[in-house]
């Protein structure tokens, strides 16, 4: 994920850890699977700037 993450949640589920993070512009839901090993994400949210000009 790297070196700016924040991890703000973090459950264990079996062989599973499950949870939040935060890194810049986006908070992403987080699988680690133990046995295999394996990361799994999904960002929920995204924090984008406008391009559009304001009409007045």
Known sequence: MGP???ILTAEVHGD???GLAFCPGK???YV???Q???L???A???L???TRKPAA
């Open 4 to 6: 700016k993450v924040k």
């Open 16 to 18: 599973e850890v499950r």
């Open 27 to 29: 908070v992403i839901r």
């Open 32 to 34: 680690f699977a133990a």
């Open 36 to 38: 295999t090993q394996r």
């Open 40 to 42: 799994r994400t999904k």
């Open 44 to 46: 929920l949210l995204s």
């Open 48 to 50: 984008t700037c406008s």
